[in-house]
């Protein structure tokens, strides 16, 4: 068509005389075919692209079909060709100009887990994609429980009440666990009830109560089954009190942990002072020494509440309370010290208790 349409133009040029109105009707001529030709060029030339080239439509949806707008669409094929488009308000979206040949369409939407599409597309094709559908993402999500420090004495006093002396005696109120967690009140009071009830106490109280008949301690009791039985409750009831004051009540005022922590490291000397010094000092709830307030005191106290389960004419006076209380002092040291170089050895205790 082009070329017929200057071979026109040249035979009416040639045709025409040079006047001034040959000029106007030249001008006229070349316009006219400029505008036949032009725009048949153009449209020889946009067919020529849409016939080497296919385009891409389709939808993006959730997994409810609900369509997904601004979710983000990119194709690339395997002559290094990427086009990227957004969807519109209804899901859709439309890549033209595709080199004809295989793509890979990957569909990205924040909150989604992203999908990956392959196909082909031919030259001058409109493929129709469909409904592509995301699903929500879901993201492993990694929770870290820590146990709290009340969980941990939990634990901890469930091995505490494992350990015997020999297997057979109660060795309850030692840790072999140097930075054991402190314990609250309940697990104070829950200690002592082990330690209390535990049949080897009831043992030792009855082997305590016949020594003082045979010895006729506490008269005013009397003799006979009677007066067993009354030595018997009493000595029972002063142990409860002792155990209540020293190792219950005002440790938990005074916030401090009743507990001997076995030591097992270091010099012997360094040890026998560690375990002499325990009978006047104690680990606080914070994990600081500090003086044993609740133990001199509970010994005190429990002294004074314990005189009254025997008869008028056996109380203790002041004085002999006194005398008594320093003298449970420098037991305690004594008792720390056959922990630390000799219970030890000879104590069963949970596996994940320390020992020597």
Known sequence: MLSNALRLLR??????????????????????????????????????????????IGVIADDTGAPLAAATVTLTTDVGSRIEAPTDSNGSFSLANIPGGPFTLAVAAHGFAGQTISGTVAAGEVANLGEI????????????????????????????????????V???????????????????????????????????????????????????????????AKRYAAAYAAGWTSSMMTRVVLPSVFRQDPRYFYKGTGSTRSRLAYALSRSVTRKGDDGRWQPNYSGILGSLAAGAISNLYYPK????????MLQNTA???????????????LYARFTSRGHRQRGP
């Open 11 to 56: 035979c009416n040029l040639e045709e025409v005389p040079m006047s001034a109105g040959s000029c106007a009707s030249r001008f006229a001529i070349v316009v006219v075919v400029s505008i036949c030709v032009c725009p048949a060029h153009a449209t020889a030339a946009t067919l020529g692209v849409q016939l080497s080239t296919g385009t891409i």
């Open 133 to 168: 559908r995301l699903r929500l993402a879901v993201k492993a999500i990694s929770v870290e429980v820590t146990p709290s420090a009340t969980e941990i004495a939990e634990q901890q006093i469930k091995e505490q009440v494992q350990q015997r002396v020999f297997g057979i």
């Open 170 to 228: 109660p060795n309850f109120y030692v840790s072999f666990t140097p930075d054991a967690a402190p314990l609250n009140a309940r697990q104070k009071f829950q200690l002592s009830w082990k330690t209390r009830t535990d049949p080897m106490q009831f043992a030792f109280v009855a082997v305590v109560a016949a020594v003082q008949q045979a010895r006729g301690d506490y008269s005013g009791f009397g003799d006979g089954a009677a007066g067993y």
């Open 313 to 320: 004419e056996d109380r203790r006076g002041a004085r002999l």
């Open 327 to 341: 003298l449970g002092i420098a037991g305690s040291a004594v008792g720390h010290v056959t922990q630390e170089f």
